[in-house]
């Protein structure tokens, strides 16, 4: 038996949709604001909710950089982070990172500061040793799921499988891990989903035709690209952690350069073409900005392995988010020198 067999080889849970949507009511609440990650998946995201419950997409935020409507605060109870996890008392958020590391090691503030996070891999208790058998897929696909419970009635055409595969390499992950995005399904009850029994469970493709509508929805992405910026994310910061593609207004605010705005749109106007989701510029805000600064760093930047002492110095520093992106490696946001506007 394969190690990822033996992992999943006693698995019987399955997802409560009601239970999230009793703790987490503004989930599906019509007109609240959201800050969302600027890659595929936070713009699905915004895309799905800014159409079905009319939120506005408020800013972003990708762990070096947030940039957040003016006026905005973020304990505000309309406010919250789609796929992106936030470690504070009060905020709301959702994401699908792997987060606990040491479920035997949590500090005191754990349950208070993630009380309104939605997150599956915290939802199945896993940590660092669950690694291999994280949650495989995207957060547009969890919030389907919780959209598609609360009784809206989600539809998707017929060319929306292509953008719900391509999102954060699903359609990669599904080849190389089926053991676990078939666990992962059985747990989200994706057979009880219109929507994602489509995209997950269709025989309509041959695996040859699959791959040549893929390659379409690529070519389509890469036409919006240009050199160091793919068409499928919005460029908000340097690896170094600068920020990018961002002008200040006479006004002291900031707003996302033309380009990089009129590029981002075009995304949206293909996610839309594709889906059906109907794309509402006026629900998305790129101006009138606040810019917040933050400090990213990781384990390997500072030397740090990952143990149980390693785990208590980063829960001692307080982080914003953090992410665990391989079995040796945890990326982490430090509040500062800014703080977020609560």
Known sequence: MSAIQDLLSHKTDLIDIKKIIEDNPWIIKRKQ?????PDSDGLLSGLLLSYYLEWDVVGFYDGKVALIQKDVRVLNDRVCFIDIEIYRKGVRSMGHHMFSIYNTKLPDE???KLKFCIQPNLLRGYDRKSFRIKYPLATIHLLIK???ESGIKVKLL????????F???????MFKYPENVMDWWRYLQVQNSR????????GKFSVFELMKQ????FRERDSISIKNERGDRLRISTTSGDPYNIEKLDSGFYQINSDATRRIILFLSLLSKKTGWTFNPSKWHFTDLEKYQF???????????INQNNWKRLMELNPLSWAMTSQNNIEFTLEKPDRLPY
């Open 295 to 305: 400090e990213k760093s990781s384990f390997e930047a500072r030397g740090w392995r």
């Open 158 to 165: 017929s060319d929306g499988i292509f953008p719900l595969l």
């Open 146 to 148: 919780i959209l598609e």
């Open 167 to 173: 999102v954060d390499g699903t359609y990669n992950v």
């Open 110 to 112: 754990w349950d208070k």
């Open 195 to 202: 929507i994602l029994s489509y995209v997950f469970m269709n």
């Open 214 to 217: 893929m390659d379409s929805f």
């Open 33 to 37: 604001q959201c800050i969302i990650s």
